[in-house]
């Protein structure tokens, strides 16, 4: 069974580094065509990539938000970190984490989100 | 502004069919395959639909997916209450270097 779960400060101030972990289980991210991407959605907005790791360490970023994001995995402990460096208030959104299959493309497993509020 | 574009809403009643368009250009829709999401309100989105026309386990025959040149499409037969909900399409873009999403399209059955 296939699980993720994000977890991380649900509040951070406008300027702070926000750093969020995916932690799965059911699969390993060194498996041939395992990926793990980061989504965010504000509220009431529409769900906006953000970043994707994938099982050879191949890092891939909105461009957008390149500067600001780093994506990183920890394979032994079937983690994967997201930093946002900068944070702003438009950056409130619940961030999901997702198991990605590389052929096709597809987010076939979410974690249930985690809202994060920049405010001071 | 999304790079694929949706209706921002749709509707039917229920037992009729609705369509979900999506609509790209070429290093998107059209160099890659789609997938189709649903999201209820405060949960995580859901696979509906992946590499363009195949459903997951567990995801009823009532929808379909299919894909023409740069625009994609979402098809729900059957319309039931349950099916309200936010619609997402995505897709690879090879200009872009990763995933984009489709702005969403909130179906509401009358």
């Known amino acids: 069974q296939v699980t993720l779960r994000e977890s991380g400060p649900a509040l951070v101030k406008p300027t702070q580094t926000l750093i969020l972990t995916c932690s799965f289980s059911?699969?390993?991210?060194?498996?041939?065509?395992?990926?793990v991407t980061w989504v965010r959605q504000p509220p009431g907005k529409a769900l906006e990539w953000l970043a994707l790791i994938d099982w050879d360490d191949e890092k891939y970023y909105s461009t957008s938000l390149k500067t600001r994001l780093t994506i990183s995995k920890d394979t032994s402990k079937n983690q994967v970190v997201l930093t946002m460096t900068n944070m702003d208030p438009a950056d409130t959104a619940t961030y999901y984490c997702a198991r990605v299959q590389w052929t096709g493309i597809y987010f076939d497993h979410w974690g249930q989100g985690a809202l994060v509020t920049v405010s001071s | 502004q999304s790079v694929l574009t949706q209706p921002p809403s749709a509707s039917g009643a229920p037992g009729q069919r609705v369509t979900i368009s999506c609509s790209g250009d070429?290093?998107?829709?059209?160099?890659?395959?789609v997938s189709w999401y649903r999201q209820f309100p405060g949960t995580a989105p859901k696979l509906l639909i992946y590499?363009?026309?195949k459903r997951p386990s567990g995801v009823p025959a009532r929808f379909s997916g299919s894909k023409s040149g740069t625009s994609a499409s979402l098809a729900i037969s059957g319309l039931q209450s349950e099916d309200e909900g936010d619609y997402y399409c995505?897709?690879?873009?090879?200009?872009?270097?990763?995933?984009?999403f489709g702005g969403g399209t909130q179906l509401t059955v009358l």
């Open positions: 995505v897709t690879w873009d090879d200009s872009l270097d990763g995933p984009v």
């Open positions: 070429r290093p998107n829709i059209g160099s890659n395959f």
């Open positions: 059911g699969f390993s991210l060194s498996t041939n065509g395992m990926c």
């Open positions: 590499t363009n026309n």
